[in-house]
């Protein structure tokens, strides 16, 4: 009998979980249940999944390994139903965000023989299964947060497919998980969101704001493109270490408030250069909840077809582009034309390609 995962919701982060291991285990078998019928075809046209499930039944029996990839307090809500169709020796986990919810749960329903907490710390700002893919895990941290019953054959079963996926296994309990999360995950979130609304609040009657940002800004507030649904969710499951981090963050900018107000040139100083100093010391090898952007800014001729002209040179040589276009505003950003990679390898190739050719490329460090 082959090895058959089951999913259940095959989003951004199921769909390409599934993605990931159809690419280096084809022979596996893989059956999904999403409550969106075209995103099960979509998977079954494509041949990501091998069964789309209208509901969660049976099929689920025959399952060596279980992913809950729904929305936080969705997943939670699909515990009893899954616990009919559970053998020993399955390994039940899930995605989400926040850990605490579902381990207590997990603990209330008996379920701690066959759970292992997980949290891919990747993602975009798209959402869906058309926006998933192969590559998403790739050298990203992957959270496991097992019960205390679970066994060890289990943890290393999974912690050698999360290997195998390209991401970097690392065991912490669920408290110290939703602990940090809240404060490199869900915080940044918030900011971001909050930032996007402010200056939708603070804009002129023209928008000359919303026309102009770009650089800085538009970095820094990216992911509140991000699911509403899924970020409600989150905030509400992991109430009370968010509400921890904002008491801190809020602050903090009081403190800086302060000093701009006060003319307090030196501690000013303290305070950018004290960030400088700590942002520079993070890796940049492996991907954390916010995605590092491979891109590279490029200097063209305002003439017809120059970006036709730079895209055919990539394309030609293999080079597969996330995204492509002019910069109005250069405020933190040298070149015209900013182009996006999915690979930080492709995008190093693409600036050396580009100079033969003569063109002023710029990288960001």
């Known amino acids: 009998m082959k090895n058959r995962i089951g999913f259940i919701g095959l989003g951004l982060i199921g769909g390409s979980i599934a993605k990931s291991i159809k690419r280096f285990f084809p022979e596996y078998e893989l059956l999904a249940y999403d409550t969106n019928r075209d995103t099960l075809s979509t998977a079954l046209k494509e041949g990501v999944i091998d069964l789309a499930c209208t509901s969660i039944d049976e099929e689920y029996s025959f399952c060596s390994m279980i992913f809950l990839c729904a929305p936080v307090q969705y997943n939670t809500s699909y515990l009893p139903i899954i616990k009919k169709f559970l053998r020993e020796d399955t390994i039940l986990t899930d995605v ?3 850990k605490s919810v579902i381990h207590l749960e997990i603990e209330k329903l008996g379920m701690s023989q066959n759970f292992i907490g997980g949290h891919p710390m990747t993602g975009s700002e798209k959402v869906g299964f058309t926006n998933a893919t192969d590559i998403l895990l790739e050298n990203s941290y992957y959270i496991l947060s097992p019960t205390p019953d679970v066994s060890e054959e289990k943890m290393e079963r999974y912690y050698t ?7 970097l296994p690392l065991i912490l309990d669920y408290k110290t998980h939703d602990y940090v999360t809240a404060a490199i995950s869900h915080l940044p979130h918030i900011i971001a969101s909050s930032l996007v609304n402010l200056v939708k609040k603070s804009d002129t009657k023209e928008e000359i704001m919303k026309l102009i940002a770009a650089g800085g ?13 899924m970020w409600q969710q ?6 009370a270490y968010i509400s921890d981090m904002l008491t801190n963050y809020i602050a903090s900018l009081e403190d800086i ?8 040139d030196q501690d000013l100083y303290d305070f950018f250069q004290n960030a400088r100093n700590y942002r520079d010391s993070i890796s940049d090898s492996s991907r954390g909840p916010i995605k590092k ?4 800014y490029c200097d063209i001729l305002d003439e017809t077809g120059g970006i036709a002209t730079i895209a055919t040179i990539l394309a030609s040589n293999n080079l597969s582009l996330k995204n492509i276009g002019i910069v109005h505003n ?9 182009i996006e990679f999915y690979l930080e390898e492709a995008a190093t190739k693409a600036v050396d390609l580009l100079r033969k050719y003569r063109y002023t490329v710029y990288e960001r460090k």
């Open 257 to 264: 408030k302060g000093c701009i107000q006060d003319k307090k």
């Open 293 to 296: 952007v491979y891109a590279i």
């Open 161 to 167: 497919l999360v290997e195998h996926l390209g991401s």
């Open 96 to 98: 989400g965000s926040v």
């Open 234 to 239: 989150i905030c509400s499951s992991n109430g």
């Open 330 to 338: 250069r405020e933190f950003e040298e070149g015209v034309l900013r």
């Open 217 to 229: 800004f538009k970095d820094i507030t990216r992911i509140a493109s991000s699911s509403p649904v």
